[in-house]
C-alpha cells in the first residue's frame, strides 16, 4: 500500500501563504484520489480538499475555498496544498491522504486506506 509523509508546514502570520506537500511512495500513486484534511486541537479532523486521480477535477471545503488550491505531479508521486490568505482558524495539523472513491464532492473517512503521519500549521494574528 502507498505511503505517505507530508512537509511543509511551519509558522506563519495571518494573510500570508504556505505549500504542504506529500510524497508518496510506490508505483501505484496515480490509482487514487487524494486528500487532504486537518485537525485543531479539541476538534474533529475535518475535510479541505480533494482532487481526483488524473488531476482533473478538485474539490474543496467551503471554509477554504478561494484561498487554498489542491495539486497533483503524478510524475513526482506528490500532492500538494497551497494554501494563501491564512487564517488564525487554520491553524491545525494537516493530513495528507489516499483514497479510492470520492463521494458527493467529499472523502469520507472510510475511504481512505493511506494517511500521513500529519504536518503542523501556525497562523498568527
Known amino acids: 500500500q502507498v505511503q505517505l509523509v507530508e512537509s511543509g508546514g511551519g509558522l506563519v502570520q495571518a494573510g500570508g501563504s504556505l505549500r504542504l506537500s506529500c510524497a508518496a511512495s510506490?508505483?501505484?500513486?496515480?490509482?487514487?484520489?487524494m486528500g487532504w484534511f486537518r485537525q485543531a486541537p479539541g476538534k474533529e479532523r475535518e475535510f479541505v480538499a480533494a482532487i481526483s486521480r488524473s488531476g482533473g477535477s478538485t474539490y474543496y471545503a467551503d471554509s477554504v475555498k478561494g484561498r487554498f488550491t489542491i495539486s497533483r505531479d503524478n510524475a513526482k508521486n506528490t500532492v500538494y496544498l497551497q494554501m494563501n490568505s491564512l487564517k488564525p482558524e487554520d491553524t491545525a495539523v494537516y493530513y495528507c491522504?489516499?483514497?479510492?472513491?470520492?463521494?458527493?464532492?467529499?472523502?469520507?473517512?472510510?475511504?481512505?486506506?493511506?494517511w500521513g503521519q500529519g504536518t503542523q500549521v501556525t497562523v498568527s494574528s
Open positions: 491522504a489516499a483514497a479510492g472513491f470520492i463521494s458527493t464532492m467529499t472523502i469520507r473517512a472510510q475511504d481512505i486506506s493511506s
Open positions: 510506490g508505483r501505484t500513486f496515480s490509482s487514487y484520489a
